[in-house]
Every structure is written in C-alpha cells, then in structure tokens.
C-alpha cells in the first residue's frame, strides 16, 4: 500500500468534499431537531448506496434515526469508523451563518464537529474502495444523532456495534495544534437535594433550618476535593434554593460531575463525597444524593497506545507529525473503550473552537488527515 496514492486520489476529490461540507452545515441539525438532523441523515444514506454498502435505519422516536454502514472488504478484521450527525446550534443558525472560507480556514456551524469528520470517514473508505485497498473484513460506519447530549439513546447500539469489531475509529476533529486523542477522562454526575425547615426569617428564624447555606458549607468541602486524588477533578456547576430573602429556605439543589481517567478514580472519589455529604454542617438537615455514570475513562491502553504509535508512523511516511494527547472532555469514543475495544479519537481534519460563531476546519487538513485515515484502516486491516 501506498499511501502517496492515497493522497493524490483524496486530493483529487477535494473541491466535492467542501461542497458537500457546505451543503451539510448549511442544514439545522441541533440534537432537538429530528426533522433536521433526519435531513442529514438521508444525505447520509444517499450517498452509502450510491456507494453500494448495506445500509440500516435505526429509527429513534425523539431524536434523528441512526445510520449504520457496512462496507464488505476481503479480510477478517473488523473496524468501526463512528461520527455524530447533531450539532449544539438553535435553529436559523445555518441560515445565518453559513459555511465561508477566510484564508485557510472553512468556518460555519458543525464545521468541525463534526461534520468534516463524517465526511472524511466517508471519503476515507471510497478511497480504499476505488483503490482496491479491502484488505478488511467490513468497515462499520455508525452516524449517530445525539453525541452532543450524551447519546443516551445511541449508546447501547454504539457499545454493542464495538464489541463485534477489532478497534475503533472516532472522527471528531483533530486538535487545533493538530494533535490526536488516545485517552479521555469518564465522567460521573451527581444530583444533590438539600432539605432543611422553612420559618419568617425576620419573625422567627430560628425555627429554620437552612438548606441554602448548608448546600454552601458542602460546594466549599466539594470544591476542595480538587487535587486530592491524581488526574481527578470536581465540578459544581449549578447550585439554586431559596423561594423570597424573608423566607429561610428548606430545599436547595446542586448538580455536579466529577472526572478521572482511570475507574478506580471515579470510585474513590465517589466513596469520598458520599462520606462528605453524610455529616450535616447545618444541624437537622440532609442530603439525598443522586449519583449516574455517564461516559466511561477512556485510558491509555496498550492496545491504544499501538494504534497511536501506527498512526505516528503514517503520518511520518505522508510528510508531517501527529502528536497524541489526553483530555480531560468525553466523547462516544468513550463507549467504545468502555466495552475493552482499542480506540482512537480525533482522526477527522483540524479544527477548533466548536459551538462557537467561530467554528472552523483547516482546508489544508482535509487531504492528508483524511489519507492518513484511510491509511490507518488499511494497515489494520492487513495486521499493522
């Protein structure tokens, strides 16, 4: 294989991949709208059966349907290649700002996340094909809608789509400074309920119980939870109680989240906290604590660390260098690790500053990260 052939014919279908990238962050596809995120969605599968690969509609009554992918290769290995479909922008955004080019940036709304990404893992897998690169046994490529609220209800087929393949793909945008992701924190959140006992409190406050300041005396313990334990961090990032200033107030509420990149730091900080919380400071009150996993770690495995340095090595031998970094943001490459499948994340073109007006990918990316895509699949398809 090589990958100067690649290149040159992705480079060749260059002009097409910014005009369907125009034409697809010029669509309103927040995670709320299913009507528009269902218009992506059948640009999806157009273009998957006009390429002949096996198509599967998985219909969700809330949220945009997921498309599934699958490209019959003549190998064993299994891939999955995984790209979301939604945005985080309201309606009228894409009207508004629609996709322009300012020096070697094509700035518009889910530019880079992710809808560059989606496109390169569709070119990348043409490319393979119109190459006779089929080295794999089948490339699966998920379209999920809801990765920008969690993926609550693509998570299941995400994990159970992963557990049938050899290593994960995930193509949202190479880092600004063109870096690759090969761990990502696990985040756990936490609902807390403060209940204390209202009273007049100008009359008779004394009667009270402040759920209000004991919440206060427990965002401060909380809070400092931060550097106790390795790479962990703590988050309270909405707090409310109170009904009138003359009122003391008997309920108030909190919504945190903590990160780690290993489990047994989510466990040990979640042990931590619920021995926090069970001690009231403000006497004759208490706490009920709600606590969901959400995203998995995403750690450093040996198997990832492979595919890493795999990486590295391509994009050596197609002229440039690939650094792969850790994050502390969660992503659905997340689920695929979660399930013990080896992933990569960042593998679409550069981009940066996402949910912003400014919201951009690098034109000059868009070739050679998409090579080095392609490229990436074929070597593990052929054992790399």
């Not at 080095?372 to 054992?383: C, D, S, T, V």
Request: some cysteine; proline content about 5%.
């Amino acid at each position: 294989m090589r990958l100067t052939n690649i290149q040159e014919q992705i480079a060749g279908r260059l002009p097409s991949f910014i005009e369907d990238l125009r034409l697809l962050s010029g669509i309103d596809c927040g995670t709320a709208n299913k009507t528009g995120v269902d218009r992506v969605g059948a640009w999806v599968q157009a273009r998957c059966r006009q390429n002949s690969w096996a198509v599967q509609i998985h219909p969700r009554p809330i949220g945009g349907d997921i498309i599934e992918a699958t490209v019959i290769g003549s190998g064993q290995r299994r891939l999955l290649l995984l790209a979301h479909m939604d945005t985080v922008y309201p309606d009228g955004i894409a009207v508004e700002r629609p996709m322009r080019t300012e020096g070697d940036r094509l700035i518009g709304p889910g530019t880079a996340d992710m809808k560059a990404g989606l496109l390169a893992g569709i070119y990348a897998v043409e490319a393979l094909e119109a190459l006779d690169l089929r080295s794999y046994g089948e490339i699966v490529l998920l379209f999920t809608a809801d990765e920008e609220t969690g993926s609550a209800e693509s998570r299941s087929l995400i994990e159970e789509t992963a557990r049938r393949c050899e290593a994960g793909l995930v193509l949202e945008a190479a880092r600004a400074s063109g870096a690759i992701v090969a761990a990502r924190k696990g985040v756990w959140d936490y609902t807390l309920q403060v209940h204390g006992r209202s009273a007049h409190a100008g009359v008779e406050p004394e009667k009270g119980r402040n759920a209000l300041l004991e919440l206060s005396h427990k965002i401060v313990a909380l809070q400092a939870l931060n550097g106790q334990f390795p790479g962990v961090t703590v988050n309270v990032g909405v707090a409310q109680g109170g009904t009138a200033t003359n009122v003391v107030p008997e309920l108030a509420t909190a919504h945190l989240e903590t990160r780690a990149f290993e489990p047994a730091g989510l466990e040990a900080i979640d042990a931590r906290i619920r021995e926090l919380l069970a001690t009231p400071n403000v006497p004759d009150t208490s706490i009920d604590v709600v606590g969901r996993k959400g995203f998995p770690p995403m750690p450093r495995t040996p198997a990832t660390e492979r595919l890493a340095l795999l990486t590295q090595a391509l994009a050596q031998e197609l002229g440039f260098s690939v650094e792969a970094v850790s994050t502390g943001g969660a992503s659905d490459a997340s689920l695929v690790a979660g399930v013990g499948v080896p992933v990569l994340d960042g593998l679409g073109p550069i981009g940066g500053d996402d949910h912003s007006p400014r919201e951009w990918v690098d034109l000059r990316s868009i070739v050679p990260r998409t090579a080095l895509l392609a490229g990436l699949m074929a070597r593990i398809a052929e054992g790399g």
